[in-house]
């Protein structure tokens, strides 16, 4: 149980263009996803956390305007990286947790890489 | 604050002799500690995690960790490694809880575990 799958899990695109990543909670519903960027050799970075139905918060440094996340229901919340540039290029993954357990169960992640 | 350091960036072990990862944390309240591991091209899969019960937690594939207050240190450990283990290790603390009900983890910079032959 626990699975979190992300779409897609590789991306080229060109500059300028915007790129939207999908996150679903399999077989649980997921009240809370939470997205992070991770850059390589590095951590992962929490850029911002979504609860369904309403607005994510983002955290500090990150433009919401260029990454919009939308948790439209208890199963899926996006990720749109709008006007991507090459130093968006990273390694973005989701994670998401019920209510009752807050262990965070993670997707597999996408690799975006832009030209 | 809550924070967390991974002392080795990187280990090297053979195969068949133990593993530790070393973790410290700082927190202001009863921590929830958790370690997660990474394998090349997948995604971030739970080993274990420490939420205030017994102090030496066991985790999947034969991991498990003992979470020392005195020390402040949640070390991760296996008694005979296998080439399968061989991924980035990261240690994590939970924040504390937010307006949402959430907790923000905190993330080592993680601990590369290579398995030679």
């Known amino acids: 149980g626990a699975v979190v799958s992300q779409h897609p899990s590789w991306v080229i695109c060109k500059s300028g263009t915007s790129v939207k990543i999908e996150c679903r909670s399999l077989?649980?519903?997921?009240?809370?996803m939470f997205w992070y960027r991770q850059f390589p050799k590095q951590s992962l970075m929490l850029m911002a956390t979504?609860?369904?139905?309403?607005?994510?918060?983002?955290e500090q440094g990150v433009e919401k305007d260029k990454f919009l996340i939308n948790h439209a229901s208890l199963t899926l919340s996006t990720l749109t990286v709008t006007s991507a540039h090459p130093e968006d290029s990273s390694f973005y993954i989701c994670?998401?947790?019920?209510?009752?357990?807050?262990?965070?169960?993670f997707g597999p992640g996408t690799r975006l890489l832009v030209l | 604050a809550q924070s967390v350091t991974q002392l080795d960036s990187h280990v090297s072990v053979s195969e068949g002799t133990p593993v530790l990862l070393r973790c410290n944390y700082s927190?202001?309240?009863?921590?929830?500690l958790f370690w997660y591991v990474q394998h090349p091209n997948k995604g971030l899969q739970l080993l274990l995690k420490y939420t205030s019960a017994a102090t030496l937690v066991k985790g999947i594939n034969g991991f498990e960790a003992e979470f020392k207050k005195s020390e402040t240190s949640f070390h991760l450990t296996k008694p005979s490694a296998h080439m399968s283990d061989a991924a980035e290790y990261f240690c994590v603390v939970a924040g504390r809880y937010n307006a949402g009900n959430n907790r923000k983890l905190i993330w080592g910079l993680g601990t590369s575990l290579a398995v030679n032959p």
């Open positions: 979504s609860n369904e139905g309403s607005k994510a918060t983002y």
């Open positions: 927190s202001s309240y009863s921590p929830s």
């Open positions: 077989d649980f519903q997921a009240t809370t």
């Open positions: 994670s998401a947790n019920s209510g009752r357990v807050q262990t965070q169960y």
